[in-house]
């Protein structure tokens, strides 16, 4: 990453976890269309439901990775191998404890969250089930987010890939055995993702074995007090914006489940094609954390600057091109998630639909959003880009209570938009503030003069 023309390097990076994404997303694709199509309405929104519960966690276990990625690719970058290893192996360890604590805390927590977010009684217990079952899988989950980020961060794209689409056959074949055969409903969905997720992270750990210098010692694994404080406070702010943001989406959620099982199922099913939406968007947000931190590594911070640049222009040209197929194939796409009588399939679509194409329009948005904001974490700044969670949070919410208000029911679509301006207006700040405190180019000092 620290050679070579930034856009091709951004972009060989990033397709490579795109099409990663792309499988990881079939998970949840997979699950919401046997679900919806095969469990019905009440289940698709038990589903929806407990979307934003089960996204903090997701949300928590990927910021403290993200955030250790950080300092692996600038050890990786100003090629201290030894330091990187002991940053491996207190990564390691942080992970391990913190998955125990979020275990504890999701089975706790539940039942009372999905009260407090007043979901439905046709649907509660479902979504109950559904969350214990994801949460008693958190140290999967977390394993595999950090054995991915420690090959990101080396700007090994491809082998998270091919581990997503071994695990992503593995999730769609299990889906329809457990629920479609087996008949377990909700749980069968469950667990199929959980069993998928664990063969992506023993091919991503199988990877990492073979890498030479990651041959890894005990006292490697041995906690250092520092080294734990640098790196908690690198992944602590991201793990922090991530769970705001999704508080700020459960107070969608408790307005959105006051509109009905059908208004729940519509927006569930646009929910699901986020992923999808956002795909292209978190692959350049990987590339250009990795980008920034080994060429920050490596003392070039022209180049940071430069990556910018490039990275904007793809990522603004690619959302223009997702939401331009999203508005013309969205109904035809929505419709593999949704069953049902007529009536209610043509209410649950005119939901989805809708809320679809609004997100779609603002796309661009969003993908400014995860460029600006993983450039200000590759030069090892998690605190702004904490601020604009803050203002996600604040933003997402606001409209979430007050909009509806004068324009009903649609002005929740809006909710995720007023989210993504208000965290740009934060982000394109923080750059500047950042980027003016970057150290000088070691090309311009070895220079003559």
């Known amino acids: 990453m620290t050679e070579g023309k930034p856009t091709s390097l951004i972009l060989t990076f990033a397709l490579p976890l795109m099409a990663g994404n792309v499988f990881q997303q079939l998970y949840t694709v997979v699950d919401t269309m046997v679900v919806g199509k095969y469990l019905g309405v009440n289940a698709l929104a038990a589903l929806g439901a407990s979307d934003w519960l089960n996204w903090m966690m997701l949300g928590i276990i990927q910021g403290f990775t993200q955030g250790f990625a950080i300092l692996m690719a600038q050890e990786f970058g100003a090629k201290r191998l030894e330091q990187l290893r002991r940053v491996i192996g207190n990564s390691a360890m942080l992970s391990l404890c913190s998955s125990l604590v979020l275990v504890l805390l999701g089975q706790l927590a539940a039942r009372p969250v999905l009260m407090l977010l007043q979901t439905p009684d046709a649907i509660i217990n479902g979504s109950l089930l559904y969350l214990r079952i994801m949460f008693l899988g958190i140290p999967i989950v977390m394993a595999y987010n950090l054995l991915a980020c420690i090959l990101r961060s080396l700007g090994?794209?491809?082998?998270?890939?091919?581990?997503?689409?071994?695990?992503?056959?593995?999730?769609?074949?299990?889906?329809?055995?457990?629920?479609?055969?087996?008949?377990?409903?909700?749980?069968?969905?469950?667990?199929?993702?959980?069993?998928?997720?664990?063969?992506?992270?023993?091919y991503c750990l199988y990877h990492i074995l073979k890498i030479e210098f990651l041959k890894m010692e005990k006292k490697d694994f041995k906690p250092q007090a520092p080294l734990c404080g640098k790196l908690l406070a690198l992944g602590s702010p991201m793990a922090f914006q991530n769970c705001i943001i999704a508080i700020g989406g459960m107070i969608v959620q408790f307005v959105v489940n006051g509109f009905g099982v059908l208004f729940i199922a519509g927006f569930t099913a646009t929910n699901k094609l986020y992923g999808i939406l956002e795909i292209a968007a978190t692959s350049y947000g990987y590339s250009m954390i990795t980008y920034v931190g080994q060429n920050l590594g490596a003392g070039k911070s022209k180049r940071i600057r430069q990556g910018l640049r490039a990275a904007l222009v793809i990522a603004v040209a690619t959302s223009i091109v997702i939401a331009f197929i999203m508005l013309v194939f969205g109904r035809f796409i929505l419709s593999w998630f949704i069953s049902g009588t007529p009536e209610e399939v043509d209410q649950t679509m005119q939901v989805a639909y809708f809320y679809l194409a609004v997100m779609s329009v603002c796309l661009p948005i969003l993908y400014v959003l995860h460029v600006i904001r993983s450039t200000i974490q590759g030069m090892g700044n998690t605190l702004l880009p904490m601020l604009s969670g803050v203002m996600e949070f604040t933003m997402r919410t606001l409209t979430a209570l007050l909009l509806p208000l004068t324009l009903g029911e649609i002005g929740i679509f809006f909710a995720e938009i007023a989210a993504w301006a208000g965290a740009d207006v934060v982000l394109v700040i923080s750059y500047f503030v950042t980027a003016r405190k970057l150290p000088g180019d070691t090309d311009d000092i070895a220079a003559p003069t």
Not at 172 to 196: E, S
């Open 156 to 202: 090994d794209g491809k082998t998270p890939l091919q581990a997503m689409v071994v695990a992503s056959l593995t999730n769609i074949g299990l889906d329809l055995l457990f629920v479609m055969v087996f008949h377990w409903g909700i749980v069968g969905a469950a667990v199929a993702t959980l069993i998928a997720q664990l063969i992506s992270g023993l």
